[in-house]
């Protein structure tokens, strides 16, 4: 699609066939650069409501898609769940933390022992969540993703699914959302909590050292 050429405020605007737009502003009047200014001010104020919204649209989607998941899972027996789980690479200890149990509660499931149901939901649970970032976010290995700290601070996705912030899970998977934001959802004193009183420098001789951080 050719590209169409808008226009307005005494500037030229170039909007492309994939909807971005550039532009080459002509400095004008005082009086009609302030006109420019709120137009785009406007223009962010609306795409940083559409965001959120998209946001919270994309939560509810992935939540309703979990709980049918679940529900699917659910038919499977405690024992074949907990097989399918440890094949991703999950350990027994990873496990227990996760679904809120201990591990030789896990040693005795596995020996078919019984199980609440509220347990078996929560094994469901973990594996419909593994399944959706596969087959969604295409995470390969995801149990050792699960294990992996996000950048900045030593929490893990196992971490945010042990407090009961799947929508955080979920929203790391995609790849969509800034870490920083994702923390400060999380743990608004995050920095706070995990700052550091060392520093990682390059020594003299080329190797790394650890020093303490001036104060």
Excluded at 9 to 20: L, P, Q
Excluded at 43 to 68: C, F, P, Q, T, V
């Amino acid at each position: 699609m050719a590209d169409t050429i808008i226009k307005e405020n005494e500037r030229d605007m170039t909007e492309t066939a994939e909807g971005t737009v550039s532009s080459s502003l002509d400095l004008g009047t005082g009086q009609s650069m302030a006109g420019l200014t709120d137009v785009i001010g406007g223009g962010r104020s609306m795409a940083r409501a559409l965001e959120a919204e998209y946001d919270d649209l994309h939560r509810r989607s992935l939540d309703i898609e979990w709980r049918k998941k679940i529900a699917e899972m659910g038919r499977k027996s405690v024992g074949n769940l907990l097989e399918e789980l440890s094949e991703l690479g999950f350990s027994w200890h990873d496990i227990a933390r996760m679904v809120h149990v201990s591990v030789p509660a896990i040693r005795k499931w596995r020996h078919g022992g019984s199980s609440s149901g509220d347990n078996r939901r929560s094994l469901a649970s973990l594996l419909a969540v593994c399944d959706l970032i596969t087959n969604h976010f295409m995470v390969d290995e995801i149990a050792s993703w699960f294990e992996m700290p996000l950048p900045g601070a030593p929490v893990t996705p196992i971490d945010l699914y042990v407090a009961d912030r799947t929508d955080l899970v979920f929203d790391y998977a995609s790849g969509q959302t800034d870490p920083e934001r994702l923390l400060d959802e999380f743990d608004p004193q995050w920095r706070e909590h995990y700052r550091s009183e060392f520093d990682v420098v390059t020594a003299a001789d080329g190797n790394f050292s650890i020093v303490k951080k001036e104060r």
